[in-house]
Protein backbone atom coordinates (compact mmCIF):
# COMPACT_ATOMS: atom_id res chain seq x y z
CA UNK A 1 0.00 0.00 0.00
CA UNK A 2 1.58 3.38 -0.67
CA UNK A 3 0.92 6.32 1.50
CA UNK A 4 1.23 9.96 2.25
CA UNK A 5 2.48 11.91 4.80
CA UNK A 6 0.27 14.62 6.02
CA UNK A 7 1.78 17.63 7.80
CA UNK A 8 1.98 16.30 11.40
CA UNK A 9 3.82 13.42 10.61
CA UNK A 10 1.40 10.73 10.57
CA UNK A 11 1.28 8.62 7.61
CA UNK A 12 -1.95 7.80 5.35
CA UNK A 13 -2.61 5.17 2.59
CA UNK A 14 -3.61 7.04 -0.61
CA UNK A 15 -6.55 4.71 -1.52
CA UNK A 16 -9.46 3.54 0.69
CA UNK A 17 -12.86 2.12 1.13
CA UNK A 18 -15.69 4.74 1.29
CA UNK A 19 -19.03 4.03 2.80
CA UNK A 20 -21.29 7.10 2.01
CA UNK A 21 -24.79 5.83 0.38
CA UNK A 22 -24.18 1.96 2.00
CA UNK A 23 -27.11 0.53 4.31
CA UNK A 24 -25.18 -1.17 7.80
CA UNK A 25 -25.14 -4.75 6.46
CA UNK A 26 -23.36 -3.70 3.17
CA UNK A 27 -20.88 -1.30 4.78
CA UNK A 28 -20.56 -4.08 7.38
CA UNK A 29 -19.58 -6.28 4.69
CA UNK A 30 -17.88 -3.92 2.05
CA UNK A 31 -14.90 -2.89 4.53
CA UNK A 32 -14.55 -6.52 6.83
CA UNK A 33 -13.82 -7.55 2.96
CA UNK A 34 -11.67 -4.92 1.72
CA UNK A 35 -9.70 -4.64 4.95
CA UNK A 36 -9.41 -8.56 4.24
CA UNK A 37 -7.77 -7.90 0.77
CA UNK A 38 -5.44 -5.54 1.34
CA UNK A 39 -7.18 -1.84 2.31
CA UNK A 40 -6.12 -0.07 5.68
CA UNK A 41 -7.96 3.32 5.01
CA UNK A 42 -11.96 3.35 6.10
CA UNK A 43 -14.08 6.47 5.73
CA UNK A 44 -17.29 6.74 7.38
CA UNK A 45 -19.37 10.06 9.15
CA UNK A 46 -22.34 10.36 11.61
CA UNK A 47 -24.67 11.20 8.92
CA UNK A 48 -24.23 7.40 6.95
CA UNK A 49 -25.74 6.43 9.62
CA UNK A 50 -23.27 2.94 9.67
CA UNK A 51 -20.32 3.61 11.93
CA UNK A 52 -21.16 0.71 14.62
CA UNK A 53 -21.72 -1.33 10.93
CA UNK A 54 -18.15 0.27 9.97
CA UNK A 55 -17.09 -0.81 13.93
CA UNK A 56 -18.07 -4.20 13.57
CA UNK A 57 -16.48 -5.14 9.91
CA UNK A 58 -13.17 -3.74 11.37
CA UNK A 59 -13.33 -6.03 14.08
CA UNK A 60 -14.48 -8.87 11.58
CA UNK A 61 -11.59 -8.12 9.50
CA UNK A 62 -9.35 -9.81 11.94
CA UNK A 63 -6.93 -7.15 11.04
CA UNK A 64 -5.36 -5.41 14.02
CA UNK A 65 -6.43 -1.84 14.99
CA UNK A 66 -2.96 -0.17 14.98
CA UNK A 67 -2.79 -1.19 11.20
CA UNK A 68 -6.02 0.21 10.04
CA UNK A 69 -6.63 4.21 9.52
CA UNK A 70 -9.87 4.96 10.24
CA UNK A 71 -11.89 8.42 8.99
CA UNK A 72 -15.25 9.60 10.36
CA UNK A 73 -17.01 13.22 10.24
CA UNK A 74 -18.87 15.01 12.99
CA UNK A 75 -22.06 16.40 11.67
CA UNK A 76 -23.60 20.10 12.14
CA UNK A 77 -25.81 19.24 14.44
CA UNK A 78 -23.46 17.42 16.95
CA UNK A 79 -20.75 20.50 16.40
CA UNK A 80 -22.26 22.10 19.95
CA UNK A 81 -23.24 18.61 21.39
CA UNK A 82 -19.58 18.22 24.07
CA UNK A 83 -20.22 14.54 24.12
CA UNK A 84 -19.97 14.20 20.19
CA UNK A 85 -16.62 12.60 19.46
CA UNK A 86 -17.11 10.19 22.65
CA UNK A 87 -20.22 9.16 21.50
CA UNK A 88 -18.93 8.47 18.15
CA UNK A 89 -16.22 6.96 19.18
CA UNK A 90 -18.23 4.46 20.96
CA UNK A 91 -20.48 3.91 17.77
CA UNK A 92 -17.61 2.71 16.30
CA UNK A 93 -15.92 1.03 18.90
CA UNK A 94 -12.61 2.35 19.18
CA UNK A 95 -10.58 4.44 21.54
CA UNK A 96 -10.10 6.99 18.76
CA UNK A 97 -9.92 8.23 15.27
CA UNK A 98 -7.15 8.14 12.38
CA UNK A 99 -9.10 11.19 11.27
CA UNK A 100 -11.93 13.70 12.25
CA UNK A 101 -13.55 15.90 10.09
CA UNK A 102 -16.18 18.43 10.21
CA UNK A 103 -18.95 17.39 7.77
CA UNK A 104 -20.16 20.77 6.28
CA UNK A 105 -19.95 24.12 6.99
CA UNK A 106 -23.15 24.37 8.15
CA UNK A 107 -24.62 25.57 11.77
CA UNK A 108 -22.26 26.53 14.62
CA UNK A 109 -19.02 24.97 12.45
CA UNK A 110 -16.20 27.00 14.62
CA UNK A 111 -17.77 25.31 17.92
CA UNK A 112 -17.24 22.07 15.63
CA UNK A 113 -13.85 22.90 14.80
CA UNK A 114 -13.15 23.37 18.05
CA UNK A 115 -14.35 19.70 19.07
CA UNK A 116 -11.91 18.12 16.38
CA UNK A 117 -8.71 20.75 18.23
CA UNK A 118 -9.82 19.53 21.32
CA UNK A 119 -9.85 15.56 20.47
CA UNK A 120 -6.31 16.22 18.53
CA UNK A 121 -5.20 17.73 21.38
CA UNK A 122 -6.12 14.61 23.36
CA UNK A 123 -5.33 11.57 21.21
CA UNK A 124 -8.74 10.95 20.22
CA UNK A 125 -8.37 11.94 17.09
CA UNK A 126 -4.72 11.40 15.82
CA UNK A 127 -5.20 14.19 12.33
CA UNK A 128 -8.27 16.46 11.64
CA UNK A 129 -9.73 17.63 8.95
CA UNK A 130 -12.55 19.65 6.93
CA UNK A 131 -14.71 18.66 4.48
CA UNK A 132 -16.69 20.54 1.90
CA UNK A 133 -15.12 23.91 2.50
CA UNK A 134 -14.39 25.62 0.20
CA UNK A 135 -14.50 29.66 -1.26
CA UNK A 136 -15.22 31.89 1.57
CA UNK A 137 -15.52 29.34 3.93
CA UNK A 138 -11.94 27.57 4.25
CA UNK A 139 -10.52 31.60 3.67
CA UNK A 140 -13.04 32.19 7.32
CA UNK A 141 -11.91 29.12 8.26
CA UNK A 142 -7.94 30.58 7.95
CA UNK A 143 -8.76 33.42 10.64
CA UNK A 144 -10.30 30.88 13.11
CA UNK A 145 -8.01 27.70 13.36
CA UNK A 146 -5.34 27.12 16.20
CA UNK A 147 -4.30 23.73 14.66
CA UNK A 148 -4.10 23.23 10.96
CA UNK A 149 -6.09 20.17 9.65
CA UNK A 150 -4.10 17.64 7.71
CA UNK A 151 -7.43 16.82 5.30
CA UNK A 152 -10.02 18.47 3.61
CA UNK A 153 -12.78 16.27 1.60
CA UNK A 154 -14.06 17.40 -1.35
CA UNK A 155 -15.49 16.58 -4.81
CA UNK A 156 -12.33 15.84 -7.13
CA UNK A 157 -12.23 13.96 -10.30
CA UNK A 158 -10.76 14.76 -13.88
CA UNK A 159 -13.30 16.76 -15.10
CA UNK A 160 -13.56 19.34 -11.77
CA UNK A 161 -9.62 18.55 -10.38
CA UNK A 162 -9.72 21.46 -7.71
CA UNK A 163 -6.94 23.61 -8.80
CA UNK A 164 -7.83 27.07 -7.19
CA UNK A 165 -8.52 25.28 -4.50
CA UNK A 166 -5.20 23.57 -4.10
CA UNK A 167 -3.74 26.58 -3.98
CA UNK A 168 -4.81 27.28 -1.19
CA UNK A 169 -3.78 23.91 0.71
CA UNK A 170 -0.79 24.22 -0.57
CA UNK A 171 0.30 27.06 1.75
CA UNK A 172 -0.47 24.74 4.70
CA UNK A 173 0.37 21.03 3.60
CA UNK A 174 -3.03 20.33 3.72
CA UNK A 175 -4.01 17.35 1.93
CA UNK A 176 -6.96 16.34 -0.81
CA UNK A 177 -9.07 13.44 -0.02
CA UNK A 178 -11.70 12.93 -3.58
CA UNK A 179 -15.08 12.21 -3.04
CA UNK A 180 -17.31 11.65 -6.54
CA UNK A 181 -13.88 10.27 -7.78
CA UNK A 182 -15.45 8.97 -10.79
CA UNK A 183 -17.58 11.66 -11.66
CA UNK A 184 -20.52 10.25 -10.02
CA UNK A 185 -20.48 7.74 -12.72
CA UNK A 186 -21.02 9.91 -15.20
CA UNK A 187 -20.38 7.62 -18.83
CA UNK A 188 -18.85 10.63 -20.15
CA UNK A 189 -16.15 10.87 -17.83
CA UNK A 190 -15.84 7.12 -17.84
CA UNK A 191 -15.65 7.06 -22.04
CA UNK A 192 -13.20 9.97 -22.56
CA UNK A 193 -10.74 8.23 -25.20
CA UNK A 194 -7.68 9.03 -23.02
CA UNK A 195 -8.99 6.63 -20.57
CA UNK A 196 -9.55 3.30 -23.09
CA UNK A 197 -6.09 4.42 -24.86
CA UNK A 198 -4.00 4.42 -21.55
CA UNK A 199 -5.97 1.55 -20.46
CA UNK A 200 -4.98 -1.08 -23.32
CA UNK A 201 -1.19 0.36 -22.89
CA UNK A 202 -1.43 -0.85 -18.93
CA UNK A 203 -4.43 -3.09 -18.70
CA UNK A 204 -6.81 -1.35 -16.79
CA UNK A 205 -9.67 -0.26 -16.90
CA UNK A 206 -10.63 3.11 -17.24
CA UNK A 207 -12.10 3.25 -13.63
CA UNK A 208 -8.44 2.17 -12.30
CA UNK A 209 -6.83 4.65 -15.12
CA UNK A 210 -8.79 7.54 -12.99
CA UNK A 211 -8.16 6.10 -9.80
CA UNK A 212 -4.40 6.16 -9.96
CA UNK A 213 -4.42 9.68 -11.41
CA UNK A 214 -5.93 10.64 -8.20
CA UNK A 215 -3.08 9.12 -6.24
CA UNK A 216 -0.95 10.75 -8.41
CA UNK A 217 -2.14 13.84 -8.33
CA UNK A 218 -1.44 13.68 -4.26
CA UNK A 219 -5.09 13.42 -3.33
CA UNK A 220 -6.44 10.07 -1.13
CA UNK A 221 -9.25 8.59 -2.96
CA UNK A 222 -12.13 6.66 -1.17
CA UNK A 223 -14.22 4.95 -3.79
CA UNK A 224 -17.07 3.29 -1.91
CA UNK A 225 -19.09 -0.51 -3.39
CA UNK A 226 -21.03 -3.47 -2.07
CA UNK A 227 -19.78 -5.29 -4.87
CA UNK A 228 -16.58 -7.63 -3.76
CA UNK A 229 -15.14 -7.22 -7.30
CA UNK A 230 -15.35 -4.15 -7.94
CA UNK A 231 -13.60 -3.09 -3.94
CA UNK A 232 -11.08 -5.76 -5.30
CA UNK A 233 -10.60 -4.05 -8.74
CA UNK A 234 -9.96 -0.53 -7.58
CA UNK A 235 -7.30 -1.34 -4.99
CA UNK A 236 -5.30 -2.86 -7.92
CA UNK A 237 -4.20 0.49 -8.77
CA UNK A 238 -0.66 0.51 -7.46
CA UNK A 239 1.43 -1.57 -10.30
CA UNK A 240 2.00 0.87 -12.49
CA UNK A 241 2.77 4.36 -13.31
CA UNK A 242 1.07 6.92 -15.50
CA UNK A 243 4.06 9.03 -16.60
CA UNK A 244 3.81 13.13 -16.37
CA UNK A 245 2.61 13.72 -20.18
CA UNK A 246 -0.13 11.39 -19.33
CA UNK A 247 -0.96 13.22 -16.04
CA UNK A 248 -1.01 16.21 -17.68
CA UNK A 249 -3.38 15.20 -20.68
CA UNK A 250 -5.83 13.83 -17.97
CA UNK A 251 -5.94 16.57 -15.69
CA UNK A 252 -6.39 19.11 -19.19
CA UNK A 253 -10.13 17.03 -19.42
CA UNK A 254 -11.10 19.54 -16.50
CA UNK A 255 -14.11 21.88 -17.27
CA UNK A 256 -14.93 23.16 -13.81
CA UNK A 257 -17.65 20.16 -13.89
CA UNK A 258 -19.44 19.50 -10.10
CA UNK A 259 -21.79 17.06 -10.07
CA UNK A 260 -22.89 18.16 -6.77
CA UNK A 261 -23.89 21.78 -6.61
CA UNK A 262 -24.60 22.75 -2.92
CA UNK A 263 -27.15 25.81 -2.24
CA UNK A 264 -27.39 27.94 1.10
CA UNK A 265 -30.65 26.62 1.69
CA UNK A 266 -29.07 22.77 2.15
CA UNK A 267 -26.61 24.48 4.13
CA UNK A 268 -29.39 25.44 6.80
CA UNK A 269 -31.09 22.34 6.17
CA UNK A 270 -28.06 20.31 7.38
CA UNK A 271 -27.79 22.06 10.48
CA UNK A 272 -31.45 21.31 11.25
CA UNK A 273 -31.19 18.19 10.88
CA UNK A 274 -30.28 15.05 13.01
CA UNK A 275 -29.31 11.14 12.22
CA UNK A 276 -31.01 8.80 13.44
CA UNK A 277 -28.02 7.15 14.89
CA UNK A 278 -27.86 2.98 14.85
CA UNK A 279 -28.63 1.76 18.78
CA UNK A 280 -26.95 -1.47 17.66
Not at 16 to 41: C, F, N
Not at 163 to 186: C, F, N, V
Not at 251 to 273: C, H, I, P, V
Amino acid sequence: METMKLNNGIECPVIGIGTYMLQPADAERSVREALKMGYSLVDTANAYVNERAVGRGMRDSGVEREKIFLSTKLWPSEYENPGAVDETLERLGVDYVDLLYIHQPAGNWPAGYRQLEKAYREGKARSIGISNFEGKYIEELEGKLEIVPQFIQVEAHPYFTQKELRATLDKYGIRLMSWYPLGHGDKKLINEPIFATLGEKYGKTPAQIILRWHTQMGFAVIPGSRNVDHIRDNLDILDFRLTDTEMEMISALDEGRRYYNRTDAQLDSFAAWRPDFERA
